[in-house]
């Protein structure tokens, strides 16, 4: 996987700064990161968020086409850390429990955002 991080315009730790529909499509506003996976494939991916999940840290990862698309509305949850020099490290979450905490989390910052963007849409 990358260690680098694409500067661009979005906020990686708060989901609900960003103004593009995640579910659907990604604009370059977002951070991306490569994801190297077991079969060597690459997969950019755009940094949904980075949310904490009592001790310990959490990334969702919207994975990419080459389009900059996604389609399927797949999310990768990953255990996010620094290392001493401050660069990422993401980890597999290997543990059914600390995964679904992890996912439930998540649900939990996009519905907060969704609830968020309904409340500042202009009324009509």
């Known amino acids: 996987m990358s260690d680098e991080f694409n500067k661009s315009g979005c906020a990686p730790s708060d989901c609900a700064s960003c103004t593009a529909n995640c579910e659907s499509k990604v604009d370059e506003a977002h951070h991306t990161i490569t ?32 389009n900059g698309q996604n389609e399927t ?33 998540f649900n939990a910052v996009v519905e907060k955002a969704r609830a968020d963007e309904e409340a500042d849409a202009p009324l009509s």
């Open 35 to 66: 994801l190297t996976m077991d079969d060597d494939t690459e997969v950019e991916c755009a940094i949904l968020t980075i949310f904490p999940v009592e001790n310990k840290e959490y990334i969702a990862l919207l994975p990419l086409d080459e």
């Open 73 to 105: 509305g797949e999310v990768y949850l990953y255990s996010f850390s620094r290392t001493a020099d401050g660069d990422p490290m993401l980890a597999n979450i290997e543990d059914d429990e600390e995964y679904d905490a992890a996912a439930n989390a």
